[in-house]
Antibody, heavy 120, light 111 residues
Framework: QITLKESGPTLVKPTQTLTLTCTFS??????????VGWIRQPPGKALEWLAL???????RYSPSLKSRLTITKDTSKNQVVLTMTNMDPVDTATYYC????????????WGQGTLVTVSS | QSALTQPASVSGSPGQSITISCTGT?????????VSWYQQHPGKAPKLMIY???NRPSGVSNRFSGSKSGNTASLTISGLQAEDEADYYC???????????FGGGTKLTVL
């Protein structure tokens, strides 16, 4: 049974750096082909890909946010960490992590999401 | 602006069938059979309903079906039920970007 859970601050100030952790179970990020991705959803808006990391440490980033994002994995802890610098109120959103079963990048299992509000 | 185009809203009465379209290009929907559909109820995480254009994960009702023609994928829900009222998103593998793409979402209202 695959489960994922996001954790991190619920409120950050503008210009601060956001660090989110995805802790998962039911699979290993050392298994060939597997990945974990981060997707966000501003209130009332559509889903938006942020970043994805594969078992072999292949990392993919949203072209529009690449300069602000870093994704890393700790296979021994079953965790994936996303950092986003220079947070702005427009970054207010629910942030999801998701299990990626193969190199075609389609999420199958999702975490419950965590709402991050950017406000001073 | 999302890379994949979906209608903003669709509606139907209980028992009816509806279809939601998802239009992309030959670099994504039209070029690969890696299209997924997700259902999202308010305040909940997306749930995978269809993968690889037309496959249903275990536990998903057979009232949900997917297909593709050219650059357009479609999700059909037959025998509409009140519980089907939700937002639906399509997703596709793409060769033109480093990350996959989502549609803008479609709000399904069951009248």
């Amino acid at each position: 049974q695959i489960t994922l859970k996001e954790s991190g601050p619920t409120l950050v100030k503008p210009t601060q750096t956001l660090t989110l952790t995805c802790t998962f179970s039911g699979f290993s990020l050392s298994t060939s082909g597997v990945g974990v991705g981060w997707i966000r959803q501003p209130p009332g808006k559509a889903l938006e890909w942020l970043a994805l990391i594969y078992w072999d440490d292949d990392k993919r980033y949203s072209p529009s946010l690449k300069s602000r994002l870093t994704i890393t994995k700790d296979t021994s802890k079953n965790q994936v960490v996303l950092t986003m610098t220079n947070m702005d109120p427009v970054d207010t959103a629910t942030y999801y992590c998701a299990h990626i079963p193969d190199s075609y990048g389609q999420p199958d299992y999702w975490g419950q999401g965590t709402l991050v509000t950017v406000s001073s | 602006q999302s890379a994949l185009t979906q209608p903003a809203s669709v509606s139907g009465s209980p028992g009816q069938s509806i279809t939601i379209s998802c239009t992309g290009t030959s670099s994504d929907v039209g070029g690969y059979n890696y299209v997924s559909w997700y259902q999202q109820h308010p305040g909940k995480a997306p749930k995978l309903m269809i993968y690889e254009v037309s496959n249903r994960p275990s536990g998903v009702s057979n009232r949900f079906s997917g297909s593709k023609s050219g650059n357009t994928a479609s999700l059909t829900i037959s025998g509409l039920q009140a519980e089907d009222e939700a937002d639906y998103y399509c997703s596709s593998y793409t060769s033109s970007s480093t990350l996959e793409v989502f549609g803008g979402g479609t709000k399904l209202t069951v009248l």
